[in-house]
């Protein structure tokens, strides 16, 4: 089988899925998706290199971990639906993130028609992807990288105390992309002071907007301390694993972060054209980031294909996809089983397994599985 064919087969197979899921009211209205680059075991073969000891292999490649790996991209369906994997490509030597979300788009919108936000990582902040984002009818929301001119606005929301700011950027042949400013959520020396005047009763009138943002977001003290809080987890992928200069306790030194979206719910003004209060813009990016956090869905949705994964010494490119693809495959009968199953026992069941992997697999082998090669 070629990579072509085995991705028809998978969307084919991934229709009939959506189908009956549909019958039982799920993914219908508009939905969430997520892409992101997924990785195999590390690569210990023989590569082909050039003359300088380059490697030369199209679909092994380098990590900043400093191993190689076959790696392959894929759109997910997240947030408060049933998660499916709805595409997948391998990825290959001197390809482009526009290049990845282009071919991935093109084909999942074209299983669901309804899709309404998009949501990726650092790694693929381009304007080449957002533009090929509205290409495809679709909204962005992803971290966006700072250079001078966010770093510039940074120092001006510090001196102006700003917690938050929306700023847009207006173009004639494009919709308005819009750069969304917060700080982290982190109680600075500054939060501490404050407390400690309201405790006393002596402090200024402006509010507490950043403990505010804290609440929008619903983060408790242990979500916003510990090494494993999902605080430090976000503010960890938004930053990317590149070292920083300096750093501050979150490990970002101007200690905001952006992001960028062209979703018609975020703006900076109001109907009548009046700006809105910092207020209302904190509520407002509030909710976007709590639609951001559904994306650690594509995540967990890797760590259990993985699971359906056999160990493979193959260095035939091909079947490495085909191990990936068959993989999804797995991944998202059980997940539509698994609904199935909680369905018959519950009016309202959330989306936490109930069958589990294991459990599904055991079943599936005793009536689909063959019978080992002699």
């Known amino acids: 089988m070629s990579i072509d064919e085995m991705r028809r087969q998978h969307r084919w197979t991934t229709k009939r899925l959506i189908e009956r899921a549909r019958r039982d009211g799920e993914l219908v209205g508009e939905l969430w998706a997520a892409i992101d680059v997924s990785k195999g075991a590390p690569f210990t073969g023989v590569m082909d290199t050039d003359d300088e000891g380059n490697v030369v292999e199209p679909y092994i490649l380098g990590h900043r971990d400093g191993n190689y790996y076959h790696q392959w991209a894929s759109i997910q369906i997240v947030g408060h639906d049933i998660p499916l994997v709805l595409d997948a490509l391998p990825k290959k030597r ?31 902040d381009s304007d080449p992807v957002r533009k090929t984002c509205e290409e495809h009818g679709v909204y962005f929301l992803n971290p966006k990288r700072k250079f001078t001119d966010e770093n510039d606005t940074i ?34 020396p500054e939060d501490e002071e404050r407390d400690n005047e309201e405790r006393d009763g002596d402090h200024d009138e402006r509010p507490n907007y950043r403990q505010e943002m804290r609440d929008d977001l619903g983060l408790t003290e242990d979500d916003i301390d510990g090494d494993a809080s999902p ?14 200069e300096t750093e501050d306790a979150d490990g970002d030194s101007t200690g905001f ?9 975020v703006s900076a003004r109001d109907e009548d054209g009046a700006p ?57 009968v059980w997940r539509l089983v698994d609904l199935l199953v909680k369905l018959s026992l519950e009016a309202n069941p959330d989306y936490l397994p109930r069958v589990d992997a294991n459990q599904f697999v055991t079943i599936a082998k005793q009536y689909y599985g063959l019978d080992p090669p002699d």
């Open 94 to 124: 001197g390809m482009s993130k526009n290049e990845i979300v282009d071919e991935l788009l093109e084909h999942a919108t074209e299983m669901v028609d309804d899709f309404d936000l998009v949501m990726m990582d650092r790694e693929f």
């Open 155 to 188: 120092e001006e929301m510090k001196q102006n105390d700003e917690t938050v700011r929306v700023v847009e950027e207006l173009s004639e042949d494009q919709p308005t992309w819009k750069n969304l400013f917060l700080p982290s959520t982190r109680k600075t």
């Open 231 to 244: 605080l430090r987890r976000l503010l960890g992928e938004i930053r990317g694993e590149e070292p920083l």
């Open 257 to 265: 972060v952006v992001f960028q979206t062209n979703h018609p719910f």
């Open 276 to 332: 809105y209060t910092e207020r209302e813009q904190i509520h407002m990016i509030a909710r976007l980031i709590r639609w951001y956090r559904h994306r650690w869905g594509i995540e967990n949705g890797y760590k259990k294909i993985k699971t359906f994964m056999v160990r493979t010494t193959s260095t035939c490119p091909r079947y490495r996809f085909f191990n990936f693809m068959f993989a999804c495959v797995l991944y998202n």
